[in-house]
């Protein structure tokens, strides 16, 4: 298996504009997990799905934040408008029931 | 609110020494308990994980010390190797049963060890 595919890898955009990171989950993975790493607040959970649907968005920053799973195999986290302080790493992960979980490699979000 | 503390944040050990990292939570329904190792630039990847009915689960040169009744439990990577350093993560997680928070993972602050050559 491929594992998880995140694209893209590098996005520098300018503050305003919006970002869309894209997720493919591995094949058969019925959780799909979105992260942010950043150097001062850790890896925190912004949101959640259980088969497609969204279980817990608490993490979500802002109404600036959103994300969807329109199937098993696709998912997006979309920002709009972007600010630099949205600059970080974001990572999908995904997992079989609630075993463990797999990370994609990221997206490394520059926002200036 | 922090749901598990992780300690210390940093650590600097030679090679072939014992590399200790703690954590503790206060969740007693938390019921699985994994450490993921992150290399810079890529994604946490799972290395060892435990549940509560064993006190301490070994895979080679890592070691997982777990102490239900202080709620602590303790990552112990013997013979460190320039390999190993790397950032880690402690978590915990609901894994069984019934809830919203089933299957969600809350994670540590993260301990970036450097083993000296």
């Known amino acids: 298996d491929a594992g998880v595919i995140q694209s893209p890898r590098h996005e520098v955009t300018e503050m305003g504009q919006e970002v869309t990171l894209r997720c493919k989950p591995i094949s058969g993975h019925d959780y799909l997990f979105w992260y942010r790493q950043t150097m001062m607040r850790g890896l925190e959970l912004l949101i959640y799905?259980?088969?497609?649907?969204?279980?817990?968005d608490s993490g979500m920053p802002e109404d600036r934040f959103s994300a969807k799973m329109p199937n098993a195999s696709f998912s997006t986290l979309k920002i709009q408008p972007s600010e630099p302080r949205d600059s970080a790493v974001y990572f999908c992960a995904s997992s079989l029931r609630n075993y463990e979980q797999y990370f994609g490699p990221g997206t490394r979000l520059t926002v200036t | 609110q922090q749901q598990v503390k992780q300690s210390p944040q940093s650590l600097i050990v030679q090679k072939g020494g014992i590399s200790i990292i703690n954590c503790a939570y206060e969740n007693t329904a938390f019921d699985y308990f994994p450490w993921y190792q992150q290399f810079p630039g890529k994604g946490p990847a799972l290395l060892i994980a435990i549940r509560p009915d064993v006190s301490e689960k070994k895979e080679g040169r890592f070691t997982i010390s777990f102490n239900k009744s202080a709620k602590q439990f303790s990552l112990h990577i013997m013979d460190s190797q320039p390999g190993d350093s790397a950032t880690y993560f402690c978590?915990?997680?609901?894994?069984?049963?019934?809830?919203?928070?089933?299957?969600?993972?809350?994670f540590g602050r993260g301990t970036q060890l450097t083993v000296w050559p």
């Open positions: 978590a915990a997680s609901i894994s069984r049963g019934r809830g919203s928070t089933l299957g969600r993972l809350y």
């Open positions: 799905f259980n088969n497609n649907v969204p279980i817990d």
